[in-house]
Nanobody, 114 residues
Framework: VQLVESGGGLVQPGESLRLSCVVS????????MDWYRQAPGKERELVAS???????NYADSVKGRFTISRDNGKKMAWVQMNSLKPEDTAVYYC?????????WGQGTQVTVSS
């Protein structure tokens, strides 16, 4: 199973970004997709997840600002990030939960700074 993220970059506070993750090598319809982030000096944290039924879950820090979505036909997942804050600065990773296993992408940097 391979995952490739894209869409990171440098934005100003209040702006938006959409991160993409394309998955290969799995039955995507059965996969729960997660977005994590890791800021310098901090532990990796779960930001959002979406299961095979489309049920979503968000960290309190991003509720109302981030939206996770998926397209089973394209084998892709996204996280739309609005009203970005400097504290959202981190490397963002997508993860595919396939049964008892988890597969990670390489990460994409998001920097929110004026």
């Amino acid at each position: 199973v391979q995952l490739v993220e894209s869409g990171g970059g440098l934005v100003q506070p209040g702006e938006s970004l959409r991160l993409s993750c394309v998955v290969s090598g799995s039955n995507f319809r059965l996969v729960t997709m997660d977005w994590y982030r890791q800021a310098p000096g901090k532990e990796r944290e779960l930001v959002a997840s979406i299961d095979s039924s489309g049920n979503t879950n968000y960290a309190d820090s991003v509720k109302g600002r981030f939206t996770i979505s998926r397209d089973n036909g394209k084998k892709m997942a996204w996280v739309q990030m609005n009203s970005l804050k400097p504290e959202d600065t981190a490397v963002y990773y997508c993860k595919a939960e396939v049964g008892l296993f988890g597969y990670w992408g390489q990460g994409t940097q998001v920097t929110v700074s004026s």
